[in-house]
């Protein structure tokens, strides 16, 4: 755990300001093996205290890579200076921020030193596993992957607070041939939440996982093009939450929507059909925990839910403290920052499609000719709201029924209209938090949805 050097420092705090003080660090690990080979083994420890400091509307900021006693009061002493020299030079006539509930939220939670030799041994057992039992493969690759974020905050307004993010997957990763002799490839992310030793106790705990990725590999060897148009899909609940995350989830980041994304002209206004409901879930979801539970983000906010979506109706953003004041919001724990000498932005934590009623079986026999699309291997969209997302398995629905697997392939669309053609929402949820979202920063979030039917553009060969 991170040594607290900061809360006796809260009387070095400058008065009429709000204060940030941010310790942190984050580790990583990572092993590769391409056909046994390892050709990849990193490790990463980053660490390091910053302070903020909001004075007259605008913030001053400093960081260092060292954390003692005296560099603490170093880096709380620029970042007072920077805001003075900043509020004497560009302010903007504001006071500090409105006042939030003094708290102190703490997570306990030990961050073993797994030591790197773990990460390999259990690569090297599932590969051994999967070449002796599927020689046919063109190819195989193993990912053991391990991050972590703990953060020690103290503010002058708001919750102090130790929070410890620790997640870590295997990705295996399979190519086999299609009867043509050309390479299709599937991928299977297990994990989530917690150290690698938690996680992943014996490599036989993931052996159904790799017999089921083989078999879909298989299966997509054997598949078809879909026929491209604007066609009757389900999307999976893994396509949902790439939607959620990508299509809808950034528009609605107030900085963006100060930016001029589509949902500034939408809110209050339909967005989706009456089924149709998204939320920024903050640490619980459906009475259990997300995949990565926030709760206080680097402003001191303690976290809350952000409803974005009720009903088909756009309601709300996600926020910072200064973009909730300028909306009107409640700010609900939005403002993250990924290394010590970062600042907090406006950020996702685990972003759903909320489920429906309706059971998977009924919507499959409620399309006499369209796709179900399962798999995604990567998600693009703009403030427009306008996305495409790669598409690497699915299905042909033919007269109500599964028929033959799909080939690579792209769905496209603009969120906001695409929405409105959804009539049938499944009661089951599925949730990833394997990726890390790029704005500016990169941040681990989860994201999530169960199956959605509705009318996308869906690409050809």
């Not at 046919?136 to 503010?155: F, H, N, P, W, Y």
């Not at 102090?160 to 041939?177: E, K, N, Q």
């Not at 399962?374 to 029924?401: L, P, S, W």
Request: hydrophobic share 40%.
């Amino acid at each position: 755990m991170i040594p607290d050097l900061l809360t006796d420092k809260k009387y070095l705090f400058a008065a009429g300001a709000n204060t940030e003080l941010r310790a942190q660090r984050n580790l990583n690990r990572r092993v590769v093996l391409l056909n046994g080979n390892l050709v990849n083994n990193v490790q990463t420890d980053q660490f390091g205290v910053s302070a903020r400091v909001y004075e007259n509307g605008v913030y001053g900021f400093s960081s260092t890579g060292e954390y003692s006693e005296e560099t603490v009061k170093d880096v709380l002493k620029a970042a007072s200076e920077n805001a003075a020299f900043l509020a004497g030079h560009a302010g903007r006539g504001k006071g500090p921020h409105k006042p939030m509930p003094a708290a102190r939220r703490f997570t306990a939670y030990d961050l073993a030193n797994v030591e790197q030799k773990t990460y390999i041994a259990f690569a090297q057992a599932l590969d051994a596993y999967i070449a002796e039992k599927y020689p046919d493969l063109l190819s195989r690759t193993i990912v053991a992957t391990a991050d972590s974020m703990e953060k020690l905050l103290c503010v002058s307004n708001g919750a102090d607070g130790h929070s410890v993010l620790p997640r870590s997957y295997v990705y295996i990763i399979m190519t086999a041939a299609t009867p043509d002799g050309k390479p299709v490839e599937l991928y299977k992310v297990l994990g989530g939440y917690g150290t690698f030793d938690r996680n992943f106790r014996d490599p036989k705990d993931c052996y159904a996982a790799i017999d089921a990725l083989y078999d879909r590999v298989r299966q997509k060897a054997e598949g078809v093009y879909p026929e491209a148009g604007n066609k009757t899909v389900i999307l999976g609940g893994i396509l949902s939450g790439m939607l959620a995350h990508e299509a809808v989830g950034h528009t609605v980041e107030a900085d963006l929507v100060i930016g001029g994304s589509v949902a500034g002209p939408n809110l209050g206004k339909r967005v989706g059909s009456d089924l149709v409901n998204l939320v920024d879930f903050a640490h619980t979801a459906f009475g259990k925990p997300t995949p990565l539970p926030i709760h206080v983000d680097d402003e001191g906010t303690e976290a809350t839910d952000a409803v974005l979506i009720r009903d088909g109706i756009l309601t709300g953003y996600m926020n910072s403290r200064e973009t909730a004041e300028r909306f009107g919001m409640v700010p609900t724990g939005n403002a993250r920052a990924f290394l010590f000498s970062d600042e907090p932005l406006i950020r996702m934590r685990n972003t759903a499609v909320l489920p429906g009623t309706s059971k998977l079986e009924d919507m499959i026999a409620s399309i006499d000719d369209g796709y179900y699309l399962t798999d995604t291997n990567n998600g693009q969209a703009d403030t427009t709201g306008e996305f495409m997302f790669g598409v690497t398995f699915g299905y042909e629905i033919k007269n109500g029924k599964l028929a033959r697997p799909l080939l690579d392939t792209t769905i496209s669309g603009v969120a906001f209209e695409m929405l409105k053609t959804v009539d049938m929402i499944s009661d089951e949820m599925i949730w990833a938090s394997s990726g890390m979202c790029g704005k500016k920063q990169p941040m681990p979030v989860g994201m999530g949805g169960p199956a959605i039917k509705c009318r996308v553009t869906i690409g050809g060969r």
